[in-house]
């Protein structure tokens, strides 16, 4: 099953990758820099948790396969142009992502800018274009995605974030920041996935809304104590990037094997939120412990 579920995960990938290239304007298309930054920063590197998350749950549905393509590399734009953003020297100020310099560091700060709010409009322009969905479910997806992007989402997540350098906060606290900064976005992708698929009814809808909540801050936790692992087996030290930025963590609040058990009862919570769902939901599954297990 194990060696199933990777093979899956390889398949996947290499899907998306060829969406983003396809759907990418080309390098050579004017303005030429700001289009081979966009697939400088985009191509070639990461996880792809949120287009697997989509796929997976529109395996639940007979989905729609434009709707699903370009349903892929939409959550995958937003995703990406929050890096981008969040790399650059008003926020963290990181110089690599993904083992290559950072966009602005690779480019300049004007076009990693540039690059991010062209990936963010890019995603709307995608889910907006012809498929063969109602419109009235085309039209919730590009609602479900500006809700988890905007102030409500990611954004606001972020912003509470950077209120919050130097401060301490309740658990509470951080996971409402979370559930906004990394949730939201993950539950938008489960979530639009399902609606690619214009057989997914609203129970199911709601089954995957919670599994993806519980998912998402299980994301972020293990977040927290992957980063405290491997700067401590590096560097010999016991905080993470976030902690060196004296943010709000998981590991800093709980303790570091406490923070790990959290992470796995909350990826237990949302294997049990699909408890209703037949073997369709398997790779849903899979992506719970996938998602606690990985290693970066």
């Not at 969905?133 to 997806?141: K, S, T, V, Y």
């Not at 997540?157 to 979370?178: F, K, P, R, Y």
Request: aromatic fraction near 4%; hydrophobic fraction near 45%.
């Amino acid at each position: 099953m194990k060696n199933d579920f990777v093979a899956w995960q390889k398949r996947a990938r290499a899907q998306t990758e060829l969406t983003l290239d396809r759907l990418l304007p080309a390098a050579d298309r004017l303005p030429e820099q700001l289009h081979e930054a966009m697939r400088y920063a985009t191509l070639d590197g990461g996880k792809r948790l949120r287009p697997l998350l989509a796929l997976a749950a529109a395996e639940l549905g007979c989905a729609d396969e434009m709707a699903l393509s370009h349903t892929l590399a939409a959550v995958e734009c937003i995703h990406v142009y929050s890096l981008v953003h969040d790399d650059m020297p008003e926020m963290d100020n990181d110089s690599l992502r993904r083992g290559r310099p950072t966009c602005h560091v690779h480019y300049d700060q004007a076009t990693a800018l540039l690059v991010g709010d062209a990936l963010q409009t890019l995603a709307f322009d995608l889910l907006s274009r012809p498929s063969g969905l109602p419109a009235e479910r085309q039209l919730r997806m590009v609602q479900v995605l500006a809700s988890a992007s905007g102030s409500l989402g990611m954004a606001g997540g972020q912003a509470i974030d950077l209120a919050h350098v130097g401060l301490s906060m309740t658990q509470a606290e951080l996971e409402q920041m979370h559930r906004l900064k990394t949730g939201a976005l993950i539950r938008s992708a489960v979530v639009l996935g399902a609606l690619a698929c214009p057989d997914i009814g609203e129970p199911t809808l709601a089954t995957l809304d919670d599994y993806a909540s519980k998912l998402g801050l299980a994301f972020q936790v293990i977040d927290d104590v992957l980063d405290c692992e491997q700067d401590t087996a590096t560097l010999g030290k016991t905080a993470g990037k976030d902690e060196d930025a004296n943010k709000p963590t998981y590991v800093k609040l709980l303790g570091l094997a406490a923070a790990r058990a959290y992470a796995e009862q909350l990826a237990a919570q949302a294997t049990d939120a699909l408890s209703g769902l037949d073997d369709r939901a398997w790779h849903l599954r899979a992506l719970a412990q996938f998602v606690i297990h990985r290693h970066a």
